[in-house]
């Protein structure tokens, strides 16, 4: 059977729920709802198992805190034996426009701290990343506070159909591949 591990990066605790920065929790979440799974305290993380045509999906939310998360990411592929072109990092992107979506094989971490830290313990560039357009319209110094802060009402309105192209995205991953995933997807 093969095993894919799909990450949803976030920050953990009741006060970063609803904020931008959580919208790999939010993903996860939303398909886990979706397909009816629950998601358990392992270690590291929570964890749901999703199983689909011969193939296990391992949705994890790092419990790290965003700038530790490839201690997580890495103790799981290591655990499950899952090689880096079967990961799938879900992550917000200040540089694309809210719900954008942009699907890579690799690429730099763009100054995000969880992607930072995923290459540093992974030792490479190279895994598959979605990101996700959070938008970048913050004044000058008020990146953080952005970033943290919750979705305005417009967004809010938008989120549940981003929602679902995200977990289709998951389900296109896994079954269909790298490839066809980002000719379908990137730039919808």
């Known amino acids: ?6 990450v ?3 920050n953990i605790g009741a ?22 799974l629950s998601f358990q305290t392992a270690k590291l993380g929570e964890i749901a198992e999703y199983k689909i045509k011969g193939r296990t999906l391992l949705l ?3 419990n790290t805190y965003m700038n530790l998360s490839g201690k997580a990411v890495k103790y799981w ?13 879900i992550t917000d992107d200040l540089n694309l426009s809210f719900g954008s979506i942009r699907i890579k094989t ?15 313990l992974l030792n490479t560039t190279e895994y598959p990343r979605f990101r996700f357009g959070i938008s970048d319209a913050f004044k000058k110094g008020r990146q953080i506070d952005y970033v943290l802060g919750e979705w305005d ?30 000719n379908l997807f990137n730039g919808k």
Request: proline share 2%.
């Open 106 to 120: 690799k690429g730099s971490d763009g100054g995000h701290n969880g992607l930072k830290n995923i290459q540093l």
């Open 1 to 6: 059977m093969k095993k894919f591990l799909i």
């Open 77 to 89: 592929m290591d655990k499950e034996n899952i090689a880096k072109e079967n990961i799938l990092i």
């Open 15 to 36: 006060e970063y729920v609803n904020t931008r920065h959580n919208i790999g929790f939010k993903i996860l979440d939303y398909f886990a709802r979706k397909e009816g």
């Open 8 to 10: 949803g990066l976030g």
């Open 60 to 62: 994890l939310k790092p």
């Open 153 to 182: 009402e417009e967004e809010k309105t938008k989120l549940p159909e981003r929602l679902e192209v995200g977990s289709q995205i998951i389900s296109s991953f896994a079954l269909a591949g790298l490839s066809e995933t980002m």
